[in-house]
């Protein structure tokens, strides 16, 4: 019955590695987002999709690469990770595209790069 | 970058007290959004104040905006121990919702 539901929920990896990140969610929302958390707490958006489009699109590096195959699921793919990419990664979705509304959040999959 | 302020970092308060915690932004917004965060968990909307609003209620919290200060504030009345969490602020700005680093309520039974 989970909203919106990511895996993995623990991730540790080494540097250099690619990995990915999925998420999907079941509330029938257009919008779906990735955000970063750091270790400071400070939340900060990477990608927003409305209904399979692209439409923010922050100053992330490259080897990040987001990936809507339907409405429902937007996957995170990280290239060549490095030590600094460590954070917790959340996925939301929103009922409301241009990210008027409630978001909802999943329980977020820590990454851990060595 | 980050749009709200949260403040103060940290607040520690015995059960049955009051919490309040401040957001300042720096920009125009068409709401504010304050979110609830316990540990190693995600977070999840409390309430939702629109910029022409100045008050809001839902159950024990109440939600004040003051645009020309641009600020918000979030109080927890008769507060409990499973209150303790991680609170944010966050501000919609032309379809852009940007949030702050937080308070860190923790309520001592």
């Known amino acids: 019955d989970t909203a919106v539901s990511q895996t993995p929920k623990y991730l540790v990896t080494q540097m250099g590695n690619d990995k990915s990140i999925k998420c999907e969610q079941n509330?029938?929302?257009?919008?779906m987002y990735w955000y970063k958390q750091d270790s400071k707490k400070f939340l900060k958006i990477m990608f927003s999709y409305n209904n399979k489009e692209l439409i923010i699109n922050e100053t992330v590096p490259n080897r990040f690469s987001p990936k809507s195959p339907d409405k429902a699921h937007l996957n995170l793919h990280i290239n060549s990770l490095e030590l600094g990419d460590s954070a917790v990664y959340f996925c939301?979705?929103?009922?409301?595209?241009?990210?008027?509304?409630?978001?909802?959040f999943g329980e977020g999959s820590r990454l851990t790069v060595l | 970058s980050q749009q709200g302020e949260e403040d103060p970092q940290a607040l520690s308060i015995q059960e049955g007290e009051n919490a309040t915690m401040n957001c300042s932004y720096k920009?125009?917004?068409?709401?504010l959004q304050w979110y609830r965060q316990n540990s190693g968990r995600g977070l999840v909307h409390l309430i939702l104040i629109r910029s022409n609003e100045r008050e809001k209620h839902s159950g024990r919290l109440r939600v004040t905006l003051d645009t020309s200060k641009k600020s918000s504030s979030l109080l927890i009345t008769a507060s409990r121990a499973a209150d303790t969490a991680s609170y944010f602020c966050a501000t919609l700005s032309n379809n852009d919702m940007r949030f702050g680093a937080g308070t860190r309520l923790t309520v001592k039974p």
């Open positions: 920009t125009s917004i068409n709401n």
């Open positions: 939301a979705s929103s009922p409301e595209s241009g990210n008027t509304g409630e978001l909802f």
């Open positions: 509330l029938g929302h257009d919008t």
